[in-house]
């Protein structure tokens, strides 16, 4: 009996000095705004996103309604900065299967993955799509994988952005297929506007 209780005291005495430990980092104050002052300073991979801060003209090819052939429609794309340059906020507006279409997404580098990451919208579904991926600087290509919402439920999808110049972007989407096959949804050429 009584090396059970010196076994449950030493106990309760090891996790009382571990959150007293604990409680002793978290009430630094110094400490942990600098921490944080450190977590929200922007990385150099933010540099990326403004690279395509502009208005642009789109041409969008869909291969969704019958892959043999792409349904071609024109359009317009504004990117600006947000929250202080951490986020590029992407605004589309054009048609798709002959109706009004409009989109909006949030792209930016999340420091803790290390990964670029984004989110997409538009009037087409009532879901938020999101991705995460890499950026390539020899090809000069962004690649991300993730999901999207459909009518039929969410799809695996890669994202793929090559930037031609910087007056030029081309945009991929692929549907990855449940044997992780590939097959391209739809392109779209970003022209920056003159």
């Not at 869909?62 to 792409?70: L, T």
């Not at 409009?102 to 879901?127: C, E, H, P, Q």
């Not at 690649?143 to 039929?152: D, H, K, L, R």
Request: net charge positive; proline share 3%; with cysteine.
């Amino acid at each position: 009996m009584k090396t059970l209780l010196t076994s449950c005291l030493m106990l309760v005495l090891t996790i009382s000095a571990s959150a007293v430990s604990a409680q002793d980092e978290a009430q630094d104050p110094a400490a942990a705004q600098a921490a944080f002052a450190e977590s929200i300073k922007l990385a150099p991979e933010h540099a990326q996103l403004k690279k395509h801060v502009g208005k642009w003209t789109t041409e969008t090819k869909s291969h969704f309604e019958d892959p043999s052939k792409a349904t071609i429609s024109k359009g317009t794309a504004t990117f600006k900065l947000v929250m202080g340059g951490r986020y590029l906020q992407q605004t589309i507006k054009g048609e798709m299967f002959g109706m009004q279409f409009r989109g909006r997404g949030l792209s930016g580098y999340d420091k803790a993955k290390k990964k670029y990451v984004g989110t997409w919208i538009d009037n087409m579904s009532t879901g938020i799509s999101t991705t995460e991926g890499t950026y390539d600087e020899k090809t000069k290509t962004m690649t991300e994988f993730g999901i999207a919402v459909s009518p039929q439920g969410e799809v695996k999808i890669k994202n793929v952005t090559k930037e031609v110049d910087k007056n030029t972007l081309v945009f991929s989407m692929y549907m990855i297929l449940p044997d992780g096959s590939e097959t391209l949804g739809m392109v779209i050429t970003y022209r920056r506007a003159k």
